[in-house]
């Protein structure tokens, strides 16, 4: 039978050329790239006995890793470090605070008191453990207390010369913090000698923070400018000042003149006090056996209610004490 063969396909002399075989393009199948892309059953089989075998290998060497570990521990005398060791060796920044009760200080004496377990801390440990807080006030907003935006706004714009912190206590009260002392004192003894600051039109008296805080008390420790009227002016000095008013009670800071000696009529002074108790309107200065008189000039000091412990009123205008006097 005679077939028709196209021209392109015959050589000369008639005989058929041979055609070359194209070749098709091999698909590269990856089954992470196309997991759902099956693949050949040997391919896939080869890849299982692969797998296992690599598996196996990088378990076996984890298991000898942790025997020569294991092993090594036992040479050194040491002891297999335990869960909990790990846990403590690797402490996390955002989580919970693990203890290490071998790095941790003991105090405090465990009793009983009246069938109840109770904990004995002694004056010493006490104030160690109030110093690590620095110099700190309590802030009480009586009847409302702004929002942390108010609060930490109304605080920069006092502009301290250092650093400060500050945390809500609970719904009426916040405690800052100072590395400063003069900071400290300039928040406690208020914008003009009144320890009273106003947040946004919310109150905010300051009080002194103290071992003994209570919510429900307000301390009794303020401070309160003086001046020393007709100071000898070569006591114009701050170890002299500094001497002068610890007579007084704590002594906090001098005022600008009278660092400055620009003003020798008084010299001005920032006092710690306990409002409970008069303070001295004069002392006597000993000069070389030349004994002076020397006069103290309060700022108007707050009064303190011993009924229901609270600073601005006296016990006998308290409610507390008294309450069908409340009026209605």
Not at 215 to 238: K, R, T, V
Request: aromatic letters at 8%; proline letters at 8%; glycine letters at 6%.
């Amino acid at each position: 039978m005679k077939t028709n063969t196209p021209r392109d396909m015959l050589a000369p002399g008639g005989v058929i050329k041979a055609t070359p075989s194209v070749k098709k393009p091999e698909v590269i199948r990856d089954a992470t790239t196309f997991p759902d892309t099956p693949m050949d059953d040997a391919t896939s089989h080869d890849g299982n006995e692969d797998a296992e075998k690599t598996q196996t290998k990088n378990g076996n060497a984890e298991h000898n890793t942790s025997r020569r570990g294991h092993d090594s521990a036992e040479k050194n005398g040491t002891k297999p470090k335990s869960m909990a060791d790990m846990v403590w060796e690797a402490p996390k920044l955002d989580g919970p605070q693990v203890f290490k009760p071998e790095s941790i200080q003991k105090i405090g004496y465990a009793t009983t008191s009246i069938g109840v377990p109770a904990i004995y801390f002694s004056g010493a440990e006490i104030q160690k453990l109030a110093t690590s807080l620095g110099h700190a006030i309590v802030g009480k907003f009586s009847h409302s207390i702004p929002t942390s935006h108010q609060i930490q706004k109304a605080l920069d714009t006092i502009k301290f010369r250092r650093g400060f912190t500050w945390k809500y206590i609970n719904a009426k009260h916040i405690l800052v913090q100072f590395e400063d002392i003069a900071d400290y004192a300039r928040l406690l003894s208020g914008p003009k000698g009144t320890p009273v600051w106003y947040i946004d039109r919310h109150p905010m008296r300051v009080l002194k923070w103290s071992p003994d805080f209570d919510a429900y008390c307000e301390s009794p420790i303020a401070a309160i400018w003086c001046n020393l009227i007709g100071l000898p002016i070569h006591l114009f000095d701050q170890s002299a000042l500094f001497a002068i008013g610890k007579l007084l009670g704590t002594t906090f800071q001098v005022d600008r003149a009278t660092a400055n000696k620009s003003r020798l009529s008084f010299a001005r002074i920032c006092i710690e006090i306990d409002i409970t108790k008069p303070p001295p309107e004069e002392i006597s200065l000993d000069i070389c056996g030349h004994e002076v008189v020397q006069q103290v000039k309060w700022d108007k000091i707050p009064s303190y209610c011993g009924e229901c412990k609270h600073v601005g009123h006296k016990s006998e205008v308290c409610y507390a004490a008294r309450p069908s006097e409340r009026p209605p």
